[in-house]
């Protein structure tokens, strides 16, 4: 079955979008509360991991304190979240080749489970705090959580 063209005759009504669409190209341009900010923010820990020496350690650790930066937690227990970094209190000083492991950029060493990895953060980051209050950057260690048992 052929099909003829559809041929307009008069123009389409306007339906109100362009006026809609044309306001939004010209409406001046706010920030909105609570978005990012243009980079990330340097702060004293941040700053201090420069020149360090690796604290992480994996197996693949290029141990150059030239590339070494402050490595978040990937971690949700530690404030890790959709769009959300973790504090710089739960990060580590990481060589470039042992924080492309944790982020996930690099894949992980077969003899390395994700669970060991953790465990090796979480010693990365005893670590580091240990280097950062010797710095004066870090108050002294905070006294541990004890669970509360209930009684039924």
Same mark, same amino acid.
């Given at each position: 079955?052929?099909?003829?063209?559809?041929?307009?005759?008069?123009?389409?009504?306007?339906? #109100?979008?362009?006026?809609?669409?044309? &306001?939004?190209?010209?409406?001046?341009?706010?920030?909105?509360?609570?978005?990012?900010?243009?980079?990330?923010?340097?702060?004293?820990?941040?700053?201090? +991991?420069?020149?360090?020496?690796?604290?992480?350690?994996?197996?693949?650790?290029?141990?150059?304190?030239?590339?070494?930066?402050?490595? &978040?937690?990937?971690?949700?227990?530690?404030?890790?979240?959709?769009?959300?970094?973790?504090?710089?209190?739960?990060?580590?000083?990481?060589?470039?080749?042992? &924080?492309?492991?944790?982020?996930?950029?690099?894949?992980?060493?077969?003899?390395?489970?994700? +669970?060991?990895?953790?465990?090796?953060?979480?010693?990365?980051?005893?670590?580091? &705090?240990?280097?950062?209050?010797?710095? #004066?950057?870090?108050?002294?260690?905070?006294?541990?959580?004890?669970?509360?048992?209930?009684?039924?």
């Amino acid at each position: 079955m052929a099909r003829t063209p559809f041929k307009r005759t008069s123009p389409m009504p306007s339906t #109100g979008m362009l006026s809609l669409q044309s &306001h939004q190209r010209t409406a001046p341009k706010r920030k909105a509360a609570g978005l990012k900010s243009k980079g990330p923010r340097s702060t004293p820990i941040r700053r201090a +991991a420069r020149g360090q020496d690796c604290t992480l350690r994996l197996a693949v650790c290029n141990c150059d304190p030239d590339t070494t930066v402050l490595c &978040h937690s990937n971690f949700l227990a530690d404030g890790k979240g959709m769009g959300l970094k973790a504090p710089d209190t739960a990060a580590a000083f990481g060589c470039s080749a042992c &924080h492309d492991v944790l982020d996930g950029r690099r894949p992980r060493p077969a003899d390395l489970s994700l +669970a060991a990895l953790e465990a090796a953060f979480r010693a990365a980051v005893s670590t580091t &705090h240990e280097i950062l209050r010797s710095m #004066g950057l870090l108050d002294a260690a905070p006294a541990a959580i004890q669970p509360t048992l209930e009684n039924p």
